[in-house]
């Protein structure tokens, strides 16, 4: 097969179309308008075939849906029009039910803020499209969740005086869901997809517009964006002198990487768009990691299991390892001892920092933690299962220069204040709870940064998603230099020259200086990240707990060891343990990570404190391992980076930093680590 007769086939994929291959100028939305409210009654009837006689007003629709509500983690199981069955049955307050969205009839939904934050799974707008949803409607839409929506053909726009249009059965024009859109976002929508973009560039019917930006100071992600630029594809020629936020371009991937959850997906595209033979280019920079489910048997509902979906979870694992074996890809997968699995080589997330990211990279990954690689001073982003299968073949992924935020950190964080603190107590201000950073890139510098180990900083970009940020970034340093020095056997001056640095007059869509000795021990309430408090003021009124969580991308590094062993320690010293019925789970990030609890002694600590430790793997911050919630009235304090509804378990999950997490345990209730 022709290189040429390749490229072709590449966007020939129906995978569900609906939409023409030609150019839309026009769109008609047909269907009921599903409000997503608050009202728990009036959206039970709106389930049920009724119309509600009054619009509801703003303030009255549900804000912060995450993916995880539309397609809770055990949905994502599937990777078919399956996935159409369940649409929204994780959504707060349990009304809708299995069909309950595919039946309605609805071509329209529509919410509050921040719809679509969480996860980068793509299987949440594809559940929506498949049960015949043509248009979501929210007062702003989360990076990720969009892109995913564009590539599918499903439309999206925060302008809410269309629906008058809409109910009117008018034709509307394709621009009112272009407005505000780079121009390779608004060709996608146009043509109804990425792969009926891609057939139509591919044809010469459309080309990427021409980088033109003249040269200009430029903050730490436009440097490496524009060293990563596609001038031409063909020829393989990548840099620009510079570029500006809303520029539209691809960029070429260092590395590329997916996990079973998603790799299935991802493979159905690639091999649909190809065919059964098709190769993935360069496989040397792209990696498959089994991660998410490696302990799901130990926690799957005996309700799942009657559905059939602890098969159907098997079938993501076996998918992804033929598939990798099949293109010769690197896999992480489960790790052997004594004739028994003890978890994950890795979390992907914290892998990505051991091994494979380096200074001045562009990494593409299937999880919208990918950001977490940040820290080492790369552009790490999230991509759903579309922009995988295509970056497996083109090694480019798109993207519109975002706008970057700067945080100047300044001072020294206090004795039992924590990097997990600094990102709660950033998450709660204004700027993010509105939705206003919704797709900017938070960049940290500042003389603060010196006092951070690199774990630490790993937190502050892991969380940047949590803000509904496109990435974390802080500039590499000496602390970078001696880890990749030490950790993989680089060589300094190498990795130095590889180092990227703002340009000290670029232009921030925003800067924040922040005063981290001003920062006291936060906790996130139920619900979402973002509502964030001040610990001292939960400490009033008890708030006992069930489970203690300490693991995930996360708080599984070995800093967050280090935090755990302190309190332990201390508390053992003052003969006490674990509060009576509370579990406190430590899950360790990586085999790596594990073997450094070992070498400290870290391990007989907890296991003489009766912690129960769980191997390497993402478990219950993806409610698949040890260490989740049953019953709605389970009380949790963990270390994971979300909260949303359902997240962790049907329980309540505040979120706090390994010192509390650690310290509750052993108080039975959340509380302050001095209290130990």
């Not at 892991?462 to 030490?486: C, P």
């Not at 073997?595 to 002694?601: D, L, Q, S, T």
Request: charged share 25%; with cysteine; aromatic share 8%.
């Amino acid at each position: 097969m022709s290189r040429a007769h390749v490229l072709s086939n590449l966007v020939m994929i129906d995978y569900g179309f609906r939409m023409p291959i030609a150019r839309r100028k026009s769109v008609r939305i047909h269907g009921r308008v599903l409000w997503l409210t608050k009202d728990l009654e009036a959206l039970e009837r709106q389930l049920k075939g009724d119309t509600l006689g009054e619009r509801p007003d703003a303030d009255a629709l549900i804000d912060n849906i995450s993916t995880d509500e539309l397609t809770p983690g055990w949905v994502c199981y599937y990777y078919d029009e399956t996935l159409a069955r369940y649409c929204l049955v994780g959504l707060r307050g349990n009304k809708v039910e299995r069909d309950s969205i595919k039946n309605g009839g609805f071509g329209v939904i529509v919410s509050g803020r921040s719809k679509g934050c969480g996860s980068s799974r793509e299987t949440a707008p594809y559940s929506e499209r498949e049960c015949g949803v043509q248009l979501v409607v929210a007062r702003n839409i989360e990076k990720i969740y969009r892109q995913n929506c564009q590539n599918i053909g499903l439309l999206t726009t925060t302008d809410f005086s269309l629906l008058d249009r809409i109910e009117r059965g008018d034709e509307l024009p394709i621009e009112e869901f272009t407005k505000g859109l780079d121009r390779i976002s608004a060709d996608v929508v146009e043509y109804g997809g990425l792969f009926n973009y891609n057939k139509a560039r591919l044809a010469g019917e459309v080309a990427p517009p021409a980088i033109e930006t003249p040269a200009r100071p430029m903050t730490l992600c436009e440097k490496i964006i524009a060293r990563h630029a596609i001038v031409d594809a063909k020829t393989g020629v990548v840099g620009v002198p510079a570029v500006t936020p809303g520029d539209s371009l691809f960029v070429r991937a260092d590395v590329r990487f997916s996990h079973e959850y998603v790799t299935p997906m991802a493979e159905s595209l690639f091999v649909a768009a190809l065919g059964k033979d098709a190769k993935v280019t360069h496989p040397e920079s792209v990696f498959a990691f089994r991660d998410h489910l490696t302990f799901l048997d130990l926690v799957m509902p005996k309700k799942h299991v009657e559905m059939g979906l602890k098969a159907q979870a098997a079938e993501l694992e076996s998918v992804q390892a033929a598939f990798s074996q099949r293109q010769g890809i690197k896999l992480y997968g489960e790790v052997q001892r004594d004739g028994r699995t003890v978890g994950s080589e890795a979390i992907c997330h914290n892998k990505v920092i051991e091994e494979l990211a380096l200074p001045g990279d562009v990494v593409a990954g299937t999880d919208s933690h990918t950001c977490m690689a940040g820290s080492l001073g790369c552009f790490a982003f999230g991509v759903g299962s579309t922009d995988m299968a295509n970056a497996w073949y083109t090694r480019d992924v798109r993207l519109a220069v975002p706008e970057s935020v700067r945080f100047i950190l300044r001072g020294a964080l206090r004795f039992g204040v924590t990097a997990k603190d600094v990102m709660l107590y950033l998450l709660s201000q204004p700027f993010w709870r509105s939705g206003d950073g919704i797709g900017k890139v938070l960049e940290f510098s500042g003389p603060g940064l010196a006092g951070l180990s690199l774990d630490e900083r790993s937190t502050l970009t892991n969380m940047a998603v949590e803000a509904g940020g496109f990435t974390g970034i802080i500039e590499a340093d000496e602390v970078v230099v001696d880890y990749l020095v030490t950790r993989r056997g680089l060589d300094a001056d190498a990795v130095r020259a590889r180092i990227v640095n703002a340009d000290p007059d670029a232009v921030y869509a925003h800067s924040f200086e922040v005063d981290l000795s001003a920062i006291e021990p936060m906790v996130a309430t139920p619900g979402d990240p973002r509502n964030g408090v001040p610990l001292r003021l939960l400490l009033e009124t008890p708030i006992k707990i069930d489970i203690a969580y300490g693991g995930s991308c996360t708080g599984g590094k070995k800093a967050d060891m280090d935090m755990y062993a302190s309190v332990l320690q201390r508390a053992k010293e003052h003969g006490k343990r674990l509060a009576e019925g509370v579990h406190l789970y430590i899950q360790f990030g990586s085999q790596d990570i594990r073997r450094y609890a070992e070498e400290k002694g870290y391990v007989s600590l907890f296991e003489s404190m009766g912690v129960e430790l769980v191997d390497p793997s993402c478990g219950a911050c993806i409610k698949a391992g040890p260490g989740v919630s049953f019953t709605e009235s389970e009380v949790t304090v963990s270390a994971i980076n979300r909260n949303f509804p359902g997240r962790s378990g049907p329980g309540q999950v505040y979120l706090a930093s390994p010192l509390v997490v650690a310290a509750s345990a052993v108080a039975g209730a959340i509380v302050s680590p001095d209290s130990i």
